[in-house]
Every structure is written in structure tokens, then in C-alpha cells.
């Protein structure tokens, strides 16, 4: 075989049986995760469920979120907020361009390579409607020009949270609540946005969890309401635009947003590390489908807190005082109810007296609820107004009829202004699987499903111990027993059943398309902070080795949320009192004491639970993925693929079980190459030999360190050849933990048990023959 310190130069496959050709050689070494034209023979793009290069190989795209600190702008005051909300900037956000090479040659060495560049519409247009910010823009385009010089591309993420920063989380610029007539600081006090968490808190345990309940307060729900479906919901809602014609709220806030978004993409659309563009973060109906102005969905609406339903919520608005219930947390339904107060007795209007509204409440205006003078109380007078087109009757539902129809609008409108091949990623309403009705007819072409996965039970308690639950097969109706977990095991299990009904659940709606999970992620402060205090951060490194396990099982890409350089362990990632970066500025060395190579250990400084996060991983397959497992306690991992075949027939029932653990094996791109080229860190191997069984014994391997790339020649490159390989190091890294489950912590306690009842029973037996 070939030696370790040496190279292997890619090799294509001969059409003729003659000896393999060399492409041209480029400009610079290439590596397994280098996702420029120079590692990939020119771009990725989609075939099936898969992404591929150039040469045919499938790419398996790992990476980040970067970053949770563009949520909010460079010069946030948690004092003054919501003022001045015109003259903020983001220029600066994920982090300055001179400190660009320091974080870019970061990701490269941990093989974290795809990005999930988030950007925000406040970021792009926060000083009024179609005065785009061309300094956060250039800004931008300059970071993202860098990108290929360290091999990484991305897809850039529009990102939203509670429709905006002015209604407790994220996204929108500031008039848009103005134009449907909110009074920015008269939301608090009626309960129609909850902005503690953006103004620096979110951290005690009252507050901790809260800010996802905003979705269903009265400020983000109407906005999602008038921009999804403004024209069925409150067609009375008019307002001008710039220009000065007077057009529905719906069409002002939808063309607003598309033309925001063919800036965006006229700025950044021809860059070689942009492959596509992700419309929305996390959307939500607002009010749409509402079944009861009276209550919201407990399986699906986070009650924590004082949660006033619909009605409540436009009682409050208009200044009337109303009690509410308030929530907290309980077992073994997440929350309960406990109390009621009565909230606004100062009586604040959320709505501006100068606004279009003149103070009133829009559902008000529509004839959705009233107040009786006579009884002085609040009247519902259209139950089921949410639910039904209020002109013909008909039953809607928001994904085919609001969500679809524009998502393809968007999609042609951002290809218009870029090109046809350009990615667009979308994703369901958070925790909901991939709807059935999602139709070839009804999505653009050249889509990626990206769903998020988080583990709730950990983020509703902030804490992960030998204990875990399956809180998505409970919200389904699996059976409670079956959804309790014990020991890391148990962890990796629980995750991976998860990570493999939303993957499958995208392949079943879908058909064969790429499925990347957008977002998934651990909290570091868990377990009341305590590894801050300890600097020993057991269960984190555990959890987040569970999760990666069950996305390598599942055979995805992800991006992991989030690299934030602003991270620090008091203020966390800054907003809403969240801490989920695993990298912290604040613990890494200075620019002057860093080396930018791959083999360069300073870049380490500052990663928390690394050894979890910088795993091997097949970057590009000379065939089929078929199934991946790594054990981060003893570094070895074993990997099979397929060289496709021409059995359509095989495949077309395969395609129609969804199946992660046995994809479709035909109709692939023709392979170009025999390479097969996989991460595995330096961080593993420095120090230690590296082990390769498995090849045949005409195959080849070679490991080159200094790109931190694995690569395996096959020389049987048949239709339908299997190829299995297990790669270790000698000798091997001190295992993190032990991989417990139940019946090794209880085992013997069990059997002991088990043997003195079996002993009762013959006692008794025994007694009772005599």
C-alpha cells in the first residue's frame, strides 16, 4: 500500500480499460473538505439526494451556523433598545474582515467547511423601506470572496426568530411593525412582545425559555398573519409605498421582502462560494389555521410563562386589562397550569394612535371580536375566523396555500438576478415533519430540504444526564414507555431514531432530495452552568458526540448552530439568553500567536469539546454512501459504500421506502474518479499510526496529514461493488466517557433481584405443594 507520508494524486477512472488519466493540476493542494472549484473540479450540485462534484463523487457537507451574534447589530444597547432603530448597523457581523483568516482557517482545520451564513432583513434594510444598507453589503461580499481561499462555501440564510429583534427575537427591520400601526414601545406592558431576552436577559431560571412563546403573542403572530395572508385576513389593511401607491399590507411587506431579497442576491449571487440562498428561518402561520381565538395548541405552541390566547391578546392590545393563565414547568407534561394574573393595568395600547389603525386593533377592524360598551367586557364574534377563507368558507391551510405559492415566487425571483442553478433551501415550520403535500408542482426546482433538530426535553430543562426522552415520538403518540432512554447509548439511539424520521420523513414527501439540517445544537451552559465553574464539560461533549452520531447514522449534512466569536461564558451568545457556541473568542490566543496552517494546533484555543465536534468523516465518495459510525473514545471508525449500479427497477422500490440505511444505487452521475477522499483529523491521528483494514488488496490508501485527508484508490470499480474500509489509530486516545446504557449501570442489580424474587417464588411454590 501506499506509505502514509505520501500523497495521492487523483486518479480518473479509464472508459477504456487503459490506465487512468490525470486531470490538470491546480493552483493549490486540494483536500477532502475543500468545497471550492479547486477540490470539487468546479462546483456541487444536486443529483438525488445527494450533492456531488464535478467528478461524480457524493460530497457530504459538514459545517456551522456563522454566526447567532448576526441576530442583532454591532451596536445593540440592551439600555436604549428600541430606539434609534433606524441608525443600527451590522457591519462587522459575524466578525470584522481583518479577523476573517483567523476564524476561516479555524473551521478549515475542524473540517467544518459549509456555512450557514446568516444575514437578517433589519441587517439589509433597517433604515426604511428600499434604503438598503450597500456598506453591509459590500461588507459581506468582501467576507464571502475569502471563503474559497480556505475551501469553504455556503448558502446564505435569511434569519428570523419571532418575526423581529422589536417583538423579541429577530429579523425584521423596525416598520414593518410600524407600517400595520404598533407602538414599538408599547408592546411590553400589553404582553404583545416579551423583549427582556434581546435586552440582555433570558439568563434566570423565570426567564429561561420564554422567548419562543412570543410566536404566539400579538405582535409577531399579526405580522406572520398580514405577511402570509394579509389579503384573506385583513383585506382592509392598506398602506403606500414608497413610490406612493396604496397597495394591502400583504403585497407591501411580500414586495418589500423580494425586492430586499434580489439585493441580496445582485450582491452576492455570482460569488464562487455561494452555491444557493435559504429563504426564511424557522417560519411560522401567525393566527393562520388557528383553531380557537380561546387556546393554542399545547403539542405544538410552547406555553411558559403568561401565555394570553388570541382573544386575550386583543384585549390587551387595546388597553384593556385582562387576567391570564401562567405556566410553568412540570412532569410529565412539560408545563401546567399553575396561577392567573391580571397583566396591563396600566392600561398600554400596543397600537399607535397616529398609526393606520388609529389605535385600533386590525382583528378589531375585521370584525373578529368587539367590546361590549353596555357590559364592558370583550366579545368574540368570529370563532373560527382563522381557519376558514372568510369570504367563501372554505378550510385553508398554510403551507398549500400561502407557503408554497411563495416560496416559488421567491426562488424565481432570486434566480432572475443570479442563475437557474443556483440552490434554494427550505425548511417546514419548526418540529413539524416534512407535510405530504409538499408536491414536485409545488416547489422550486433544485431544492434542499433543511429541516432543525434539537433535542427539547434538553433545551426546555437545560439539562442532559443519563436520562433522555423522545419528546418527538411523544408529540406523535408513541407509547411513554417506550421513549425513556437510559446512558449515552440510550442517547445516541433516542437521537438517531429522531435525526432518521425527519431525514426518511423529507425522502417520503419529497422524493430524492438533498435533506441538510439547517440548525441542530447543544446548550453549554446545561446543568446550571455548572461546567463554567469546573471548566469540565462531560455531558456537554456526550451530547453533542450523541447528536453527531445520530446525523452520521442518518448519512446527512448539517450545519451546526453556531460558531459565534462573541460568545463568552456570562453573557452566553448574547440574545434571549441563549449559549450554544462552542467557540469563544474570549478563551482563544490573539491574531499575532496564530498559525493559519491545518496542522496548527493555536487554532484550537477557545473550541470547547472539541474532540466531540472534529470528527472523521467521508467528505467525498467515489460511489453510494451506505453507512457511516464513528466512536470517538477509541477513534476508529468503519465506512461502506457502493459503486452505483443500472438497476432502476431495484431502486424505484427503494425510492418509495425512503430508507436511510439503503439508498436508490443507480442513475448516479457517471464516477470520473476512483478516489474516495475523507476528513480525519490531525487532532486524532498527531502521534499516532494510522490503521487501515478492510481494502482489497489491489486498493490503495494514503493519508496525507498535512490536509488532514484520507485517500482510498479502489482498483474493483464494478456497478454494484461494495466497499468497506475501518480506519484507526494506534495507539488509541483515552476514552471521554463510557458508552452506558441501562442494563450495564442496573444490570446486576437486576439479575440480583430477579434471583431473589425467582427464590420467593420457589419458597412459595414450595410452601404451597407442602
Known amino acids: 500500500m501506499v506509505g502514509q507520508d505520501q500523497s495521492v494524486v487523483l486518479d480518473a477512472l479509464p472508459r477504456d480499460g487503459s490506465e487512468p488519466q490525470q486531470p490538470s493540476p491546480s493552483t493549490r493542494a486540494s483536500y477532502a473538505h475543500d468545497w471550492s472549484s479547486a477540490g470539487t473540479g468546479g462546483k456541487i450540485s444536486i443529483h438525488g439526494r445527494h450533492f456531488v462534484d464535478t467528478y461524480g463523487r457524493v460530497c457530504n457537507l459538514r459545517g456551522v451556523n456563522l454566526s447567532g451574534n448576526c441576530k442583532t447589530p454591532v451596536n445593540h444597547d440592551h439600555d436604549s433598545f428600541p430606539a434609534n432603530h433606524a441608525d443600527v448597523t451590522f457591519v462587522g457581523r459575524p466578525f470584522p474582515l481583518e479577523e476573517a483568516p483567523d476564524h476561516l482557517a479555524r473551521l478549515r482545520r475542524w473540517g467544518l467547511t459549509f456555512v450557514r451564513f446568516l444575514i437578517t432583513w433589519e441587517a439589509v434594510e433597517h433604515a426604511g423601506p428600499e434604503v438598503y444598507d450597500t456598506e453591509y453589503l459590500d461588507y459581506v461580499h468582501k467576507l464571502l470572496s475569502l471563503f474559497p481561499q480556505y475551501g469553504i462555501v455556503a448558502f446564505v440564510a435569511l434569519h428570523q426568530d419571532v418575526w423581529s429583534r422589536y417583538t423579541g427575537g429577530s429579523g425584521a427591520p423596525a416598520w414593518t411593525l410600524e407600517a400595520v400601526g404598533f407602538?414599538?414601545?408599547?408592546?411590553?406592558?400589553?404582553?404583545?412582545?416579551?423583549?427582556?431576552?434581546?435586552?440582555?436577559?433570558?439568563?434566570?431560571?423565570?426567564?429561561?425559555?420564554?422567548w419562543p412563546c412570543g410566536y404566539q403573542k400579538l405582535a409577531a403572530a399579526t405580522m406572520a398573519t398580514c405577511f402570509w395572508a394579509g389579503d384573506m385576513f385583513a383585506p382592509k389593511m392598506k398602506t403606500k409605498t414608497v413610490d406612493g401607491r396604496e397597495v394591502s399590507i400583504q403585497q407591501f411587506l411580500q414586495?418589500?421582502?423580494?425586492?430586499?431579497?434580489?439585493?441580496?442576491?445582485?450582491?452576492?449571487?455570482?460569488?464562487?462560494?455561494?452555491?444557493?440562498?435559504?429563504?426564511?428561518?424557522?417560519?411560522?402561520?401567525?393566527?393562520?389555521?388557528?383553531?380557537?381565538?380561546?387556546?393554542?395548541?399545547?403539542?405544538?405552541?410552547?406555553?411558559?410563562?403568561?401565555?394570553?390566547?388570541?382573544?386575550?391578546?386583543?384585549?390587551?392590545?387595546?388597553?384593556?386589562?385582562?387576567?391570564?393563565?401562567?405556566?410553568?414547568?412540570?412532569?410529565?407534561?412539560?408545563?401546567?397550569?399553575?396561577?392567573?394574573?391580571?397583566?396591563?393595568t396600566t392600561g398600554q395600547k400596543a397600537w399607535r394612535e397616529d398609526g393606520p389603525t388609529q389605535g385600533k386593533c386590525i382583528w378589531e377592524m375585521h370584525g373578529v371580536w368587539g367590546w361590549d360598551q353596555k357590559k364592558d367586557e370583550g366579545v368574540v364574534l368570529r370563532e373560527n375566523y382563522f381557519k376558514r377563507d372568510p369570504?367563501?368558507?372554505?378550510?385553508?391551510?398554510?403551507?398549500?396555500?400561502?407557503?408554497?405559492?411563495?416560496?416559488?415566487?421567491?426562488?424565481?425571483?432570486?434566480?432572475?438576478?443570479?442563475?437557474?442553478?443556483?440552490?434554494?433551501?427550505?425548511?417546514?415550520?419548526?418540529?413539524?415533519?416534512?407535510?405530504?403535500?409538499?408536491?414536485?408542482?409545488?416547489?422550486?426546482?433544485?431544492?434542499?430540504?433543511?429541516?432543525?433538530?434539537?433535542?427539547?426535553?434538553?433545551?426546555?430543562?437545560?439539562?442532559?444526564?443519563?436520562?433522555?426522552?423522545?419528546?418527538?415520538?411523544?408529540?406523535?403518540?408513541?407509547?411513554?414507555?417506550?421513549?425513556?432512554?437510559?446512558?449515552?447509548?440510550?442517547?445516541?439511539?433516542?437521537?438517531?431514531?429522531?435525526?432518521?424520521?425527519?431525514?426518511?420523513?423529507?425522502?417520503?414527501?419529497?422524493?430524492?432530495?438533498?435533506?441538510?439540517?439547517?440548525?441542530?445544537?447543544?446548550?453549554?451552559?446545561?446543568?446550571k452552568g455548572e461546567a463554567f465553574e469546573t471548566d469540565r464539560w462531560d455531558w456537554q461533549t456526550k451530547m453533542m458526540d450523541a447528536m453527531l452520531t445520530a446525523l452520521e447514522r442518518s448519512l446527512v449534512g448539517f450545519t451546526l448552530w453556531n460558531y459565534n466569536p462573541d460568545n463568552d461564558d456570562h453573557r452566553g451568545d448574547d440574545w434571549n439568553g441563549e449559549n450554544f457556541s462552542w467557540f469563544s473568542q474570549r478563551r482563544a490566543l490573539p491574531t499575532p500567536w496564530l498559525d493559519h496552517a491545518q496542522t496548527s494546533p493555536t487554532l484550537d484555543n477557545g473550541g470547547r469539546i472539541l474532540r466531540?465536534?472534529?470528527?472523521?468523516?467521508?467528505?467525498?465518495?467515489?460511489?453510494?454512501?451506505?453507512?457511516?459510525?464513528?466512536?470517538?473514545?477509541?477513534?476508529?471508525?468503519?465506512?461502506?459504500?457502493?459503486?452505483?449500479?443500472?438497476?432502476?427497477?431495484?431502486?424505484?422500490?427503494?425510492?418509495?421506502?425512503?430508507?436511510?440505511?439503503?439508498?436508490?444505487?443507480?442513475?448516479?452521475?457517471?464516477?470520473?474518479?476512483?478516489?474516495?477522499?475523507?476528513?480525519?483529523?490531525?487532532?486524532?491521528?498527531?502521534?499516532?499510526?494510522?490503521?487501515v483494514h478492510g481494502l482489497k488488496r489491489e486498493d490503495a490508501y494514503a493519508y496525507d496529514p498535512e490536509h488532514q485527508t484520507l485517500a482510498i484508490l479502489t482498483h474493483d470499480n464494478a456497478p454494484g461493488t461494495v466497499h468497506h474500509v475501518t480506519v484507526a489509530v494506534h495507539p488509541g486516545p483515552k476514552p471521554a466517557f463510557d458508552v452506558n446504557d441501562f442494563w450495564s449501570d442496573f444490570g446486576t442489580q437486576v439479575a440480583a433481584a430477579a434471583v431473589v424474587v425467582l427464590s420467593l417464588l420457589v419458597v412459595l411454590v414450595g410452601t404451597y405443594l407442602a
Open 183 to 210: 407602538d414599538l414601545h408599547g408592546l411590553e406592558e400589553p404582553g404583545a412582545a416579551w423583549l427582556k431576552g434581546v435586552k440582555g436577559g433570558g439568563h434566570t431560571e423565570d426567564e429561561r425559555g420564554l
Open 255 to 344: 414586495d418589500s421582502f423580494l425586492n430586499m431579497w434580489e439585493v441580496i442576491a445582485r450582491s452576492l449571487g455570482s460569488l464562487e462560494a455561494v452555491i444557493g440562498f435559504e429563504i426564511m428561518n424557522e417560519p411560522h402561520r401567525g393566527y393562520v389555521e388557528l383553531q380557537s381565538l380561546h387556546a393554542f395548541d399545547y403539542n405544538t405552541d410552547l406555553h411558559l410563562g403568561h401565555v394570553p390566547t388570541a382573544f386575550q391578546s386583543f384585549m390587551l392590545g387595546t388597553g384593556h386589562s385582562v387576567a391570564v393563565g401562567h405556566w410553568t414547568r412540570s412532569f410529565p407534561m412539560p408545563t401546567r397550569l399553575t396561577s392567573q394574573r391580571v397583566i396591563n
Open 391 to 527: 369570504h367563501s368558507g372554505r378550510e385553508i391551510d398554510w403551507y398549500t396555500d400561502f407557503y408554497y405559492p411563495f416560496v416559488k415566487k421567491w426562488a424565481e425571483r432570486v434566480r432572475s438576478v443570479t442563475s437557474e442553478d443556483k440552490v434554494v433551501f427550505t425548511e417546514p415550520i419548526p418540529n413539524e415533519f416534512c407535510p405530504s403535500s409538499w408536491t414536485p408542482e409545488r416547489r422550486p426546482t433544485n431544492v434542499v430540504y433543511a429541516p432543525h433538530w434539537y433535542d427539547l426535553n434538553t433545551l426546555f430543562m437545560k439539562a442532559f444526564g443519563n436520562f433522555t426522552v423522545n419528546v418527538q415520538g411523544l408529540s406523535r403518540g408513541m407509547f411513554p414507555l417506550k421513549a425513556f432512554y437510559w446512558g449515552q447509548k440510550g442517547a445516541r439511539d433516542n437521537f438517531a431514531l429522531q435525526m432518521r424520521n425527519i431525514v426518511e420523513a423529507g425522502y417520503r414527501s419529497l422524493g430524492e432530495t438533498p435533506v441538510i439540517i439547517g440548525e441542530c445544537g447543544i446548550p453549554m451552559d446545561m446543568n
Open 612 to 691: 466531540a465536534v472534529v470528527r472523521p468523516y467521508p467528505a467525498k465518495t467515489a460511489g453510494i454512501p451506505l453507512r457511516f459510525e464513528y466512536e470517538m473514545n477509541t477513534g476508529e471508525f468503519t465506512y461502506e459504500w457502493a459503486i452505483p449500479n443500472n438497476d432502476d427497477a431495484a431502486d424505484a422500490s427503494k425510492a418509495a421506502l425512503a430508507s436511510v440505511r439503503d439508498p436508490p444505487r443507480s442513475s448516479h452521475p457517471p464516477l470520473k474518479t476512483n478516489k474516495t477522499e475523507i476528513f480525519v483529523p490531525l487532532q486524532l491521528v498527531q502521534g499516532r499510526k494510522l490503521l
